[in-house]
């Protein structure tokens, strides 16, 4: 049984004016390891889809890094072998595009749950009711033969606004370059919030992650739009996550 009771994340000051909103950071600390996501976010504001380039049914589920003997070792941790975040910070739950979704229980638990390893592996996508200025997030595992192939693509109401290769993180001539970042197998980064202005737009109502291979994603942070109703909907309760019960 699911509650509705949410963890809250809010960054910076908790208390959203008019004319400037905060950062709102999202966690996924409440959900089980192979939790499927479906509607969990949708109190708040934010859903969260999945596209397996090889398997028709996935949907984002919740991996635990902090398990040991799973099926994914590169996304266990930590120690990571490298990254911003590396050595020792504890990251907890992530999501990923899964390989399988085996749920013999038929819990809305994947049994055994691993992250799509293929090249290209599929897509996560994260919508919002209302249009935000800024993403930012964690990423782990992003190994050097794939990034080239994931890229960050930000959509307003349907229409492509912008995209990112995940490549222009490590590259001095990039706008985007940050020198901490450091992509390979095992390896955990922030990637910092990439706002509107950067882009050259005025906001954007969701964000695709194209992603090249294997890779699991973290502490998803939005800036809403002054003036939207997500500031008024989200300074409160933040994009927490439900927490199940048995």
Not at 126 to 150: K, R, Y
Not at 158 to 168: K, L, N, Q, V
Not at 198 to 213: A, C, E, K, N, R
Request: hydrophobic fraction near 45%.
């Amino acid at each position: 049984m699911t509650s509705a009771r949410f963890v809250c994340a809010v960054v910076g000051l908790g208390v959203v004016s008019a004319a400037h909103a905060e950062p709102i950071e999202a966690t996924f600390e409440s959900l089980v390891h192979g939790e499927i996501i479906t509607s969990q976010f949708s109190d708040v504001g934010m859903s969260i889809e999945a596209l397996n380039f090889h398997l028709p049914s996935a949907m984002p589920i919740a991996f635990n890094t902090a398990y040991i003997n799973t099926a994914d070792p590169d996304l266990q941790g930590p120690p990571w072998a490298g990254g911003n975040l590396a050595p020792g910070t504890i990251l907890g739950n992530v999501i990923i595009v899964p390989e399988n979704m085996t749920d013999a229980n038929n819990d809305g638990i994947v049994d055994n749950p691993d992250d799509e390893g293929a090249r290209p592996a599929g897509e996560l996508s994260f919508s919002f009711d209302e249009m935000v200025t800024g993403f930012g997030f964690d990423v782990l595992d992003i190994e050097g033969v794939t990034q080239e192939a994931t890229m960050l693509e930000f959509f307003r109401y349907g229409d492509s606004m912008a995209t990112i290769s995940f490549d222009e993180f490590i590259d001095p001539l990039s706008p985007y370059y940050d020198s901490t970042i450091e992509f390979g197998n095992n390896t955990a980064n922030r990637v910092s919030v990439i706002t509107a202005d950067m882009l050259g737009i005025d906001g954007f109502t969701s964000v695709l992650i194209h992603l090249g291979g294997s890779s699991a994603f973290d502490n998803i942070v939005t800036i809403p739009a002054p003036g939207s109703a997500a500031v008024l909907a989200l300074s409160g309760l933040a994009l927490g996550s439900r927490r199940r019960k048995n």
